[in-house]
């Protein structure tokens, strides 16, 4: 007897999987990530009321994530406005458990205020702190003590000696079949100061995707997970979901 409900999962996996094939999506995909980047399309979108600073695609294959692993403790480096902390957090709060630990080395006071107000701020705890001192990742391993699900996102300095760093501070924590996302790989791919009038340290050679090669040759614990990347399409995080296979 057939069960429908498998066989459209199964739909689902083949579709996506011919995607690594389909040429013309891949192509469109490029274009777009291109020009939405140099665009700063990302900064457009809010979640309940914070700016978000993330493509809706990670976004939802985050929540994906999040479901399937159903983590005590969400760690994100970087904070910005705060709003992919509020997403994380409200996600848990649907869940019914966890709470999420943002890490900055400079929370500004007019985003801790709108954080800290909002209703999502019961499941949240943030650290002032650069998230490669050790004494920062002390706080962060203690309040990981006890916690059996874990899940980490690396989105703040883009440098590779910074993120390289970041991923060997943090990878440890990771449970597993749970992620360490890196997000901003899409670096790589992008022509530099791809945002006219903006400077940054990171480059083509210098991102966190040069760094993420630079750990799994070092790290066989890990692997990308291909799957989302042909999934979602457009995203800054290609070839960033990588998962603790052991």
């Known amino acids: 007897m057939s069960n429908p409900v498998q066989e459209f999962i199964q739909e689902c996996k083949d579709r996506v999987n011919s995607y690594a094939h389909n040429q013309e999506l891949k192509d469109a995909a490029t274009t777009f990530n291109t020009a939405s980047n140099k665009a700063q399309y990302s900064y457009n979108f809010k979640w309940m009321g914070r700016p978000i600073i993330q493509y809706p695609q990670d976004m939802m294959a985050m929540q994906e994530l999040i479901w399937e692993i159903q983590p005590d403790l969400i760690i994100e480096t970087g904070i910005a406005h705060g709003g992919s902390l509020i997403f994380y957090a409200s996600l848990l709060e649907l869940i019914g458990k966890g709470e999420v630990l943002g890490i900055d080395i400079d929370i500004r006071e007019h985003n801790r205020k709108e954080i800290e107000k909002h209703p999502m701020y019961k499941r949240i705890k943030m650290i002032q702190g650069s998230s490669v001192d050790k004494a920062t990742a002390d706080l962060v391993y203690e309040a990981a003590k006890g916690k059996e699900k874990v899940l980490v996102v690396l989105d703040s300095n883009h440098t ?40 940054r340290p990171w480059g083509i050679g210098n991102n966190p995707m040069t760094a993420v090669d630079a750990f799994l040759k070092e790290n066989d614990q890990f692997e990308i997970n291909t799957d989302i990347d042909h999934k979602i399409q457009i995203s800054v995080a290609p070839r960033g979901y990588l998962k603790r296979v052991k």
């Open 160 to 199: 590779h000696a910074h993120v390289l760093d970041e991923l060997r501070y943090y990878a440890p924590l990771v449970t597993l079949n749970s992620y360490i996302v890196v997000f901003d790989t899409i670096v790589e791919n992008l022509p530099d100061n791809y945002i006219p009038g903006m400077i």
